[in-house]
């Protein structure tokens, strides 16, 4: 099966940044209060119930955070330096390589997944194969947290802007929560917050859930 440009582009592009993204973003979640708060809450639903999967790792910070809150969790990253730089810095913890759209797990495996800016390269077109992706791997009951910029205009549910590292989507959350629900992900939270001084748009937060029934 011939690999998706856009993954090729998006790999070749985070290659190129690796060791600066990583020192940029290493302590990022220190003066980012509400995603930590987020984050807790999503420890608390899945806790206890089996592992969780941080789809778009990077360097491994938020892998590392989830494992300190008390969860199971591993890292998956498309770029195979992301990966390494993660299992430098986190030696104790797992770090894969993969796709969010083909993920390298078992049906029903995990309590919970974590994706936090990590649907922003994917085209609009590839959405409805990741959320199907996501869905596949969690158990019943197993949930979702997303970040994603947020986007503004409803007649144009996904909007493109100049990521500094590869193109990527602004999402009308509305939208992102239609999909979810098409793929069988009910939508439990949302959090829309304005930008702070190192953001250019509006950042939102959906938590959502599979249904219990398997």
């Not at 119930?49 to 790792?57: E, R």
């Not at 969860?71 to 498309?78: C, E, I, Q």
């Amino acid at each position: 099966m011939t690999e998706p440009s856009y993954l090729r582009t998006t790999r070749a592009a985070y290659e190129a940044v690796a060791v600066v993204y990583a020192e940029r973003f290493r302590t990022a979640l220190e003066g980012k209060p509400l995603d930590r708060a987020l984050l807790a809450a999503f420890a608390e639903l899945v806790q206890g119930a089996g592992p969780v999967a941080d789809l778009g790792c990077g360097p491994g910070h938020v892998t590392a955070h989830l494992h300190s809150l008390g969860l199971t969790a591993f890292g998956v990253d498309l770029s195979p330096a992301m990966v390494a730089l993660a299992r430098q810095a986190h030696p104790d913890l797992r770090f894969d390589e993969g796709s969010m759209t083909a993920l390298d797990m078992r049906d029903g495996v995990l309590s919970g997944i974590v994706a936090l800016y990590s649907i922003i390269h994917t085209p609009p077109e590839q959405l409805p194969v990741a959320f199907a992706e996501f869905h596949r791997v969690l158990a019943p009951s197993g949930h979702l947290l997303l970040a994603f910029q947020a986007g503004d205009d409803p007649l144009h549910q996904a909007q493109a802007f100049d990521h500094k590292v590869s193109l990527a989507y602004r999402w009308v959350p509305d939208r992102v929560a239609e999909l979810l629900h098409q793929a069988g992900l009910v939508e439990v939270a949302r959090l829309l917050r304005e930008p702070d001084e190192t953001e250019r748009f509006q950042q939102a937060y959906l938590l959502a859930r599979k249904s219990g029934k398997s």
